[in-house]
């Protein structure tokens, strides 16, 4: 699977879109990008994922370049309880055995403030 | 509601002891996965199942072993070779649209 990297941390006021960036310049081009936050102490919660189109659903947007070598993931109007850990992660969607695992980095520690 | 129970939430374990975490889900997913976490790091793989009976060792496998006699459970077992259990561990399945996460289990070592 793709390596990604991600900005190690980011603020956003409360209230404001916030805009999480993800570099991934080496994607195959079967593999989707996905992303997961983590509230600390939870387990990883799904948020949405593509793979070429932009995406939108209740949670959050993704915008994908159209070489596909970066995305960003767009909380509309952030709110306190959107404070964790994002992760952007790339593989393919299908596949048993290791292609099945996903590969978590250190995410983006988002703080969202009043 | 359809979701993976992980129990207990904390769980303390003297040095040299064996301990169990359950794992169990009502999602029909076939493949099942056992992560570790540490403070401030990423999650790393341990185990994964694919169909039940079946297994598969992860990145850092050595001093856990797991059991996978049905579809719903897929248990891990931090062994006394374990050199540094203390972390939070999570419990996933798989269906082909993503991943469901447990809420985890965090092991200290007393």
């Known amino acids: 699977d793709a390596k990604t990297t991600q900005p190690t941390s980011m603020d956003c006021a409360e209230g404001r879109a916030a805009n999480l960036p993800c570099n991934h310049s080496?994607?195959?081009?079967?593999?989707?990008v996905y992303w997961y936050r983590q509230i600390h102490s939870q387990g990883p919660q799904y948020i949405i994922h593509?793979?070429?189109n932009n995406e939108t659903n209740e949670m959050a947007s993704l915008i994908i370049t159209e070489d596909r070598k970066s995305s960003t993931l767009i909380l509309p109007h952030a709110t306190l309880r959107d404070t964790a850990v994002y992760y952007c992660?790339?593989?393919?969607?299908?596949?048993?055995?290791?292609?099945?695992?996903?590969?978590f980095g250190k995410g983006t520690k988002l703080s969202v403030k009043p | 509601d359809g979701g993976i129970t992980q129990s207990p939430k904390y769980l303390f374990r003297k040095e040299g002891q064996n301990v169990t975490l359950s794992c169990e889900q009502n999602?029909?997913?076939?493949?099942m996965y056992w992560y570790r976490q540490d403070p401030g790091q990423g999650l790393r793989l341990i185990y994964y199942?694919?169909?039940?009976?079946?297994?598969q060792k992860g990145d850092i496998a050595e001093g856990y072993s797991v059991s996978r006699e049905k579809k719903e459970s897929f248990p891990l077992t931090v062994t006394s070779a374990q050199k540094n259990p203390t972390a939070f561990y999570l419990c996933?399945?798989?269906?082909?649209?993503?991943?469901?996460f447990g809420s985890g289990t965090r092991l200290t070592v007393v």
């Open positions: 593509g793979l070429k």
């Open positions: 199942s694919q169909i039940v009976n079946d297994f």
């Open positions: 999602l029909n997913h076939d493949a």
């Open positions: 080496t994607i195959s081009g079967n593999e989707y």
């Open positions: 996933a399945s798989k269906s082909n649209y993503g991943y469901t």
């Open positions: 992660i790339v593989r393919v969607q299908r596949g048993g055995g290791s292609q099945g695992n996903l590969i």
